[in-house]
């Protein structure tokens, strides 16, 4: 069993940058995934950053390559998301996940734990 706790959100401007994170209370295996999915409003919840904790190798969605940063702490059990030139649309709760999936998946319903979420508000 794991726990998720998310932190870092806030109301930002476009083109600021956030640092979100997310500890894991309970094991973290080699081989677990660490996603990072946001909801915006009237949205379907989609994939945006994922990390794998024993190899750290990471995928990201094409609207933020460039501007997010995932990446883990091992020694803190604690995946970080930096958001950097945030934009307008940008906006939506952010969540982490735990996948136990043997291989990536951008899918939702492939990750078993979440995190509560942060609001990230970005304005114009």
């Known amino acids: 069993q794991v726990q998720l706790a998310e932190s870092g959100g806030g109301l930002v401007q476009a083109g600021d940058s956030l640092r979100l994170s997310c500890v894991a209370f309970g094991t973290i295996y080699s081989n677990d995934f660490i996603g990072w999915f946001r909801q915006g409003p009237g949205k379907e919840r989609e994939f945006v950053a994922a990390?794998?904790?024993?190899?750290?190798?990471?995928w990201y969605t094409d609207s933020v390559k460039g501007r997010f940063t995932i990446s883990r702490d091992a020694a803190e059990n604690t995946v970080y998301l930096q958001m950097n030139n945030l934009k307008l649309e940008d906006t939506a709760v952010y969540y982490c996940?735990?996948?136990?999936?043997?291989?990536?998946?951008?899918?939702?319903?492939?990750?078993?734990?979440w995190g509560q979420g942060t609001q990230v508000t970005v304005s114009s």
């Open positions: 996940a735990l996948s136990k999936s043997e291989y990536i998946n951008y899918r939702p319903d492939s990750y078993a734990y």
């Open positions: 990390i794998n904790w024993r190899l750290a190798k990471t």
